[in-house]
């Protein structure tokens, strides 16, 4: 049973167009989350964190739903640049651990 | 600059040849972790630290052994390469895993022959 589900795609979208991301996961006790891009065999950089208010970063917006136990990663106006992957990572409260879990990430291709 | 430094980027062995991957972060984090990413499967946790002289068994620990005797060092130990083994390789620290994000390494590629 996979924790943090992602739809792979690949998204497939024009430059300027509005996406939006989903990301389930099984844990209600989970602490934190991050939305985290990644390009063809680099490593994952971070995009930005999730907080329960939603959060608003240039383009990037993300939000939580912690009643349904999914977060969003909506980009308005995309851009070539931002084809890649994006991995939605929830760190699970494990008997008081914290263990960082990973979705296996949304292809996103911007198209001119 | 704060990082996370992986060395080597690549590297191509045979099986049986004791390895070594080291990861230093330099930004005083709590955390380390190391994962493998292979195609179709994301990233999986091998081990992780919580601190110094703390370590524990992540998803996929069999074949792998790791050290935490420094704050800012995690090597990652192959004993005994073998090929299911070749894979891309990320150290990641942080300040707290309860709350903070990772931040990784550039990667290291392995390929075991």
């Known amino acids: 049973r996979k924790e943090v589900e992602q739809d792979p795609g690949p998204f497939n979208v024009p430059e300027g167009a509005t996406v939006a991301f989903n990301c389930t996961y099984s844990?209600?006790?989970?602490?934190?989350f991050f939305w985290y891009r990644q390009d063809c065999r680099k490593e994952p950089k971070l995009l930005m964190s999730?907080?329960?208010s939603g959060n608003e970063d240039g383009r990037f917006t993300a939000q939580l739903n912690r009643a349904s136990q999914y977060i969003s990663l909506l980009i308005r106006d995309s851009k070539l640049s931002d084809s890649a992957t994006y991995l939605c990572?929830?760190?699970?409260?494990?008997?008081?651990?914290?263990?960082?879990?990973f979705g296996r990430g949304t292809s996103l291709i911007v198209h001119p | 600059e704060a990082q996370v430094t992986q060395n080597p980027r690549y590297l191509i062995t045979v099986t049986g040849k004791k390895l070594t991957v080291t990861c230093s972060q330099n930004?005083?984090?709590?955390?380390m972790s190391w994962y493998r990413q292979d195609p179709g499967l994301g990233l999986r946790q091998i081990y992780y630290?919580?601190?110094?002289?703390?370590?524990d068994k992540g998803d996929v620990p069999e074949g792998y052994k790791v050290s935490r005797k420094e704050k800012r060092n995690f090597p990652l130990i192959l004993e005994s390469p073998s090929p299911n083994q070749t894979s891309l390789y990320f150290c990641?620290?942080?300040?707290?895993?309860?709350?903070?994000?990772?931040?990784f390494g550039d990667g290291t590629r392995l390929s075991i022959l």
């Open positions: 844990n209600s006790a989970s602490q934190s």
């Open positions: 930004m005083n984090h709590e955390y």
């Open positions: 999730v907080y329960s």
């Open positions: 630290s919580m601190n110094v002289e703390v370590t």
């Open positions: 990572v929830v760190n699970m409260d494990s008997a008081g651990s914290y263990i960082p879990t």
């Open positions: 990641a620290s942080s300040l707290s895993i309860s709350r903070q994000p990772q931040h």
